[in-house]
Each structure stands twice: as structure tokens, then as C-alpha cells.
């Protein structure tokens, strides 16, 4: 069935974190605490969903060579490219392991570790609204920074790895646009 107004043009967004396991706000257009903005994100590269795994093997026996498929696990990844260069956005990137020096700066870890959170991304399409939610979630950088020129606003490009959380049997949800019933 053609639904119309279940396509997506997105017009605005966020992206939010939170403790590991916090809940999906009620309104996703007015998202309150304990969810925090994570800041400026490029207009340019809204998001990306990246997949790893997932591989087919078919297996068979000596009477049927083709009797069953399995899948590897999939491990997804949503890239997101922050333009805050501030100590949350920075500590984002580096690793929740980064320190605050004396001075101010903030001390690059040797052995980076994640961020650990519960993620939010709402998307704003006029009326409708489209939000990917991860109870759980790894941040960390998705790639080398690199600023090309002096007109562009540079970036943070960051990799958001939704996991299992809890006894969900799920790593991550999305909402529907405009459900309609058949």
C-alpha cells in the first residue's frame, strides 16, 4: 500500500545521550533531562546506519546440500559527524577516559574507551517525527579528523554502536512514520 506520508524529508534534528538505560521520552519533540543535547552536528552528513556481519552460511546434509542458512551476528553502526569542538563533545571523541588537565585542555588516553549511554536521534519532517532510540550504546570516533578548508565547519565524526541492553532482545528502535492501518 502507498503511504504517502510515510516518506521522510528531514528539516531538523538532535542527538541526545543519557544514562544506559534511561527511556524513550514521551515527546520527542520537547526532550527533557536527564537527556543532553550533544551539540552542533553537520548539515551536510545527517547520519549514516554502517553494518558488520550479518554473513550467510548454508549448511546441508548428504541428502539435502542446501537444508538450513545461519547468520553471523550483525553489529550496526550510526555515524553522526558532531561540529562542537567542547570538553563533552571532545571527551565524545577522544574517549570517556580523557582527563581534564589543570590548565584546562583535555589529555588524549593512550587506550581510548567508549562512551557508554543510552542514544536518542530525533528527526523533525513537519508534522512527523522519526527517532532512532538505543537504551545502550558505545560513542567513539568513526574516523580520522580532518579539516579540508577554511570555509567549512570542521568535524568530529562519530561511530554510535547500539547494544543489547538489559534482557532486551533488541539493540535498537525506530519509529514509524505515520502508521497506517491496513
Known amino acids: 500500500m502507498l503511504n504517502d506520508a510515510a516518506t521522510l524529508v528531514i528539516g531538523s534534528g538532535n542527538y541526545f545521550t543519557a ?3 534511561t527511556t524513550l521520552p514521551a515527546m520527542l519533540t520537547a526532550v527533557t533531562t536527564p537527556w543532553e543535547n550533544v551539540g ?3 548539515l551536510e552528513d545527517i ?3 554502517t553494518s558488520e556481519g550479518g554473513e550467510a552460511t548454508t549448511v546441508g546434509t548428504l541428502q539435502a546440500k542446501a537444508l538450513r542458512t545461519t547468520y553471523s551476528t550483525r553489529t550496526e553502526t550510526i555515524a553522526i559527524t558532531l561540529q562542537q569542538f567542547d570538553k563533552p563533545a571532545l571527551k565524545l571523541y577522544y574517549g570517556s577516559n580523557s582527563v581534564e588537565l589543570p590548565n ?3 589529555g588524549v ?3 581510548p574507551v567508549p562512551t557508554t549511554c543510552a542514544f536518542l536521534a530525533v528527526f ?3 508534522e512527523n ?5 538505543a537504551p545502550k550504546a558505545e560513542i567513539y570516533r568513526n574516523d580520522d579528523l580532518a579539516a579540508s578548508d577554511t570555509e567549512s565547519l570542521a568535524g568530529l565524526p562519530l561511530g554510535v554502536k547500539p547494544l543489547a541492553h538489559s534482557t532486551n532482545e533488541w539493540t535498537y528502535a525506530v519509529t514509524p512514520l505515520d502508521a497506517v492501518e491496513p
Open 109 to 111: 588516553p593512550e587506550s
Open 40 to 42: 552542533h552536528t553537520s
Open 104 to 106: 584546562g585542555l583535555i
Open 19 to 21: 544514562p544506559t538505560g
Open 124 to 126: 523533525i519532517d513537519g
Open 47 to 49: 547520519f549514516s546506519v
Open 129 to 133: 517525527v522519526f527517532a532512532i532510540y
